[in-house]
């Protein structure tokens, strides 16, 4: 499913597509798999947008790094901001789009509506005869299978979300079959619906030169579109700029009304972050900053716009399921293959001194891969989540079914000495001995590694990390490097360990497999950072895929969350129930933003009397 940029959370407990899986064979226009939206079948909008906002105006934001390309659902190159590797950005639409302030919920979009048989094992999709492409062609049933067969030929994320996603083939003027090689899999039918549609014509024709373009390689050539908005200019690396489409088909489709209501979004790119802040506070560069740094939120806002009140500050809330954060220990890499040495790694993560000391108390730490859900793992497994595990008792750690997990918990100066003396025991049973303050293999090699970042931001916290493991002989440096070549260091797991954030839906599937999956481990450019490779955990997903009802995929994902817990995979970091945001007050805001997934800035729009006050102020465009 898709991230926080993505979607996640929901609190009701039976799975249905819309009335009920029962419905087999008829029509839906709204799709679920918790149960029936609240807006039922009769989707006329959003009900916290304003179906009156104003178009107009620029939305002008800033980008940390550089861009090489405009083809996002490739490996090679890095893409410009309003492009991305899954789903269809601000150029493309999908079939259906995933709902902002619902979990597990699709509405229509180039797909009116949807069907599959009572087994599962296909579904079909049938066409809004209104869709189509900025140069006037209809979209159709060719460019849907079209674009199905390249991404999953192409794209690492949608091969793995699509595996068993065997063909798509014509199913009638408008519609489209998907057969699937398995039975069961109640999410599939859904998922479907985040098909990015790309224009087939236009991607097997020609350039203004006259050679072919290719999908399977990078290009600076702007594609053409189906979306709110296409490519305006662009110079490579510095800026693009996206305008927004005055005859788009999809204005009044009901998932669009009150929304992208900005003529212009305009992306500019620095090359790090002080630049980029410091571009926000003078205005006219950046008009909404969404802070990640507790500390910085409480101790950086303080800038003469902001004073003034021409700059807001505020929190909004976000309910959604929190986003899984932490540390990937790169197992790829022999210094990591050891469960013993990631254990202790964890165990000398003092995340409550950083976050009293550096983040005045705002961050909670992170303690399941399903954080803040009743998917996330506790105390000991049993009832059916046991039955689950019993059969790997001997392939999982022992103290999994003996011991309820936890992290560790710095309070004292005395659980710091208890914590890294556990962990250099367990360092020491594993091979590396503290000789003369540093901690050496059998070979003499010292223990060390780098974290890989794209940006300064991380400084502080790894710095509290790698003096706490200097305590005990480990040597950890922070390494910068520019986001083009972050991206593709990542996509070649070429690091030791990263930051990563993993977003994870209320209804988890498919999905789980570009997390955790032996074939994603070895895929580059797939979201298995850790490079786990673990049959136990391979055949978990699996359960969680072919749950077959709400109570099925809680135990499955508990034995999943529990799993991979035990493993020490990922030092868990930290996550919050807000989101931070700063804008300059140029804007219109619907009362109410959807708590689901924190505020929708597509609902927003420019008050231009607002704009001219502030570029009258500033003496610049804002």
Known sequence: MRSKAALLLGILATFAISSGFAGAQEWHTTSSLMGKSKYGENFERYDYVNPDAPKGGTLNAVVEGSFDSLNPYIVRGTPAAGLAPFGGGLLYDTLMEQSIDEPSVSHPLVAEA????????????????????????PI?????????????????????????????VPAGEREIEFRFNQKGNRELPKILGDLAVLPKHWWEGTDARGNKRDITQPTLEPPLG???????????????????????????????????????????YILDSTAAWQAFTKGGFEDIHRE????????????????????????????????????????????????????????????????????????????????????????????KELEILEPFRDELPPELFTTEFKLPVYKTPQDERTYLREALKLLNEAGWTLKNG???????????????????????????????????????????????QYTN???????????????????????????????????????????INNPVIDKLVERVVFATDREDLLAATHALDRVLLWNYYYVPQLTRDVDFYAYWNKFGIPEKQPTYVGPDIDSWWIDVDKEKALAAKYGRPN
């Open 114 to 137: 949807f069907k599959y048989p009572d087994d599962f094992s296909s579904a079909t999709y049938r066409l809004d005869p209104r869709a189509k492409w900025h140069d006037g062609q």
């Open 140 to 168: 159709t049933v060719d460019d849907v299978i079209w674009s199905f067969n390249v991404l999953k030929e192409h794209s690492p994320w949608y091969r793995r979300y699509y595996e068993n996603v065997t063909e798509a």
């Open 226 to 268: 189906s979306a709110a908005y296409r490519i305006e200019s662009m110079k490579p690396g510095q800026e693009i700029v996206w305008a927004r489409v005055p005859d788009y088909w999809g204005a009044k489709v009901p998932v669009k009304v009150g929304r992208e209501n900005f003529d212009k979004r305009k992306y500019i």
């Open 292 to 383: 990640a740094s507790a500390r910085d939120w409480k101790t950086k806002y303080n800038f003469p716009a902001l004073e003034a009140g021409d700059v807001i500050q505020k929190e909004f809330e976000a309910t959604s399921a929190a986003n899984f954060q932490g540390f990937a220990l790169n197992m790829r890499r022999p210094l990591f293959e050891d469960r013993r040495v990631r254990q202790a790694l964890t165990l000398a993560y003092n995340f409550e001194t950083l976050n009293r000391n550096v983040s005045f108390g705002l961050n909670k730490r992170v303690t399941s891969y399903f954080m803040g859900s009743d998917l996330a793992s506790s105390g000991l497994p049993q009832g």
């Open 438 to 484: 540093k901690l050496v293999n059998a070979s003499g090699q010292p223990f060390e590694f780098e974290i890989l970042a794209n940006s300064d931001s991380l400084e502080t916290a790894v710095n509290y990390y790698a003096n706490t493991l200097r305590k005990i002989g480990i040597t950890a440096r922070l390494r910068i490097v520019d986001s083009s």
């Open 489 to 531: 260091r990542v996509n070649d797991y070429d690091f030791d360990m990263i930051l990563a954030s993993l977003a994870q839906s209320e209804s988890p599937g498919n999905e789980q497999r570009e997390f955790w999956s032996a074939k994603a481990a070895e895929t580059p450019g797939s979201r298995n950072y850790a490079g």
